[in-house]
């Protein structure tokens, strides 16, 4: 019983990293139709999105299967429980990628896209995603960490593109302001979605933190402390 047990959690452990993989794909994929203007990457966005819901679904149940065929130790309750946060979060990564491919028909100026750093907030998000799930994958709390304090990079890109908008919207030319800011909220919807993955990105690696080192996110850690220590 426990060999088959073990082989459940393997299964569980590949298929969320697949899950992951396919998330970073959506988004990736989401933001090469904004920035190409390619329809037809905006509806294989959403084709990954329903493959991702599938997948939430199989990985749910897999999970209660694992909790209720056998008593799991204490490390694998938290492996499962952590999963199945984790999914969730990454399901939500999937409708953000859906969200931006809806909004992407609608970005024609490329010169907006550059003046709010778009792509390099897109690669942040993204590389947040990934690494959340390289550290589960190496049961690793320190890269875990790590994901969590590039979190402020995304934040401080979306401060950034807001402000941009305000100065279109005060300094641009009357005449083409009510286009302009249109289609310039649009892009600040975008990078709203991106803040979100990161945010996401965020949760995932605090439920890699709990499944290595039984530690409830919010809950501070001896590493935080040491971080704030150094500052003071």
């Not at 084709?47 to 199989?58: H, I, K, P, V, Y």
């Not at 492996?79 to 992407?104: K, P, Y």
């Not at 401060?159 to 919207?169: I, M, S, T």
């Amino acid at each position: 019983m426990r060999i088959h047990y073990r082989k459940q959690l393997e299964t569980l452990h590949l298929q969320l990293i697949e899950m992951g993989a396919a998330a970073v794909d959506a988004i990736e994929t989401a933001m090469r139709a904004v920035f190409d203007h390619d329809l037809a990457l905006a509806k294989k966005t959403s084709t990954l999105e329903s493959s991702m819901d599938e997948a939430e679904r199989e990985i749910q149940s897999l999970c209660l299967k694992l909790l209720l065929g056998q008593q799991p130790v204490a490390s694998d309750l938290r492996q499962v429980s952590a999963t199945m946060h984790m999914i969730s979060d990454l399901e939500r990564v999937g409708d953000l990628a859906e969200d931006i491919a809806e909004v992407a028909p609608y970005i024609k100026d490329d010169e907006f896209l550059e003046q709010v750093n778009l792509k390099e907030m897109s690669e942040a998000a993204c590389a947040m995603v990934s690494d959340s799930l390289n550290a589960y994958v190496k049961q690793d709390a320190k890269l875990a960490h790590d994901v969590i304090q590039r979190d402020d990079v995304v934040d401080k890109e979306l401060n950034f593109a807001k402000q941009k908008w305000v100065e279109l919207v005060y300094k641009g030319e009357e005449a083409k302001v009510r286009q302009s800011a249109e289609e310039f909220a649009d892009i600040l919807m975008i990078s709203k979605y991106l803040e979100r993955v990161a945010d996401h990105a965020t949760n995932v690696a605090e439920w890699v933190i709990y499944a290595v080192d039984g530690i409830l996110p919010g809950d501070e850690t001896e590493y935080e402390k040491d971080s704030k220590n150094k500052d003071e």
